[in-house]
């Protein structure tokens, strides 16, 4: 078949109409001067695979607009509610308080680390239930392997409180150490406390004088106050007071096994 026969199958861009001259002059990829029909087909099939090109660029575009427009209104949610939480915080002074804790607009406790509070450790038996998870930390004292007249400090993590309800406490540490006391025992002070240490040493205490940390424990909570009040009244309810050389109890009860007399740790 001759190079004539070939050039039937198209158009011949120098003896066309100008105006289809400058139409297919586009299809022309060899630059001969002729467009065949396996060229324009090659156009077509470039002209979609743009157009599908086209579509997927427009769709990314859109995905990304959509979400730059969520995290410019996620951010704003976020400013707004701190805005509004900043604003509704205020320092009121609590009536007979030595510090004022930080309060909402609406009279409600604001937990912060500030109102951390550090009673004896005899006060957790008269906690209600749901404040025994506010106890994290305790604070108590064994006698110096050196010296047993040199008291060591010693500070722990709680791992759990078991309560009897203004009666005894077990408490056990992080550590493995436990402390018992026990107010139902005719054999010793009612304020002893009976500690053994996670080496096996065991210590007499005094849950008078040992403190615990109590996080978010607000004083003027009217559960912390009861609890304090009862604890109170529990080792103090019978003070014996000195008048004139005679002993006189405070309340006018005789017997118990509350604490007479205030003891020194």
Not at 27 to 48: H, I, M, P, R, T
Not at 164 to 170: G, T
Request: aromatic share 8%; hydrophobic share 40%; glycine share 8%.
């Amino acid at each position: 078949m001759s190079d004539k026969n070939l050039k039937i199958e198209g158009w011949d861009l120098t003896t066309c109409d100008p105006a289809l001259r400058e139409l297919l002059d586009i299809f022309d990829y060899n630059g001969d001067g002729f467009v065949s029909k396996n060229e324009v087909a090659k156009g077509a099939e470039l002209y979609v695979k743009e157009e599908k090109k086209t579509k997927q660029k427009t769709k990314l575009i859109y995905g990304l607009l959509v979400g730059y427009l969520i995290l410019v209104a996620t951010i704003a949610g976020l400013v707004y509610g701190i805005v509004i939480a900043n604003k509704d915080s205020q320092v009121v002074a609590v009536t007979g308080m030595s510090s004022a804790p930080l309060m909402s607009m609406d009279s409600h406790p604001v937990s912060v680390n500030t109102n951390e509070v550090d009673p004896p450790l005899g006060v957790i038996s008269f906690l209600p239930f749901n404040a025994l998870s506010k106890i994290k930390d305790i604070v108590f004292s064994v006698p110096s392997y050196d010296d047993d007249d040199v008291t060591k400090a010693i500070m722990r993590r709680v791992s759990g409180i078991d309560v009897v309800a203004n009666v005894s406490f077990l408490i056990t540490t992080t550590m493995g150490d436990t402390l018992v006391w026990d107010s139902r025992s005719d054999y010793t002070p009612i304020d002893q406390l009976n500690m053994t240490l996670a080496d096996g040493t065991e210590h007499v205490g005094n849950v008078v004088c040992m403190t615990c940390s109590a996080i978010n424990a607000v004083w003027d909570d009217k559960d912390i106050i009861d609890s304090l009040d009862a604890y109170t009244d529990f080792f103090f309810g019978d003070i014996e007071e000195t008048i004139d050389g005679d002993e006189v109890e405070s309340d006018g009860e005789e017997g118990g096994r509350r604490l007479h007399g205030r003891r020194l740790c």
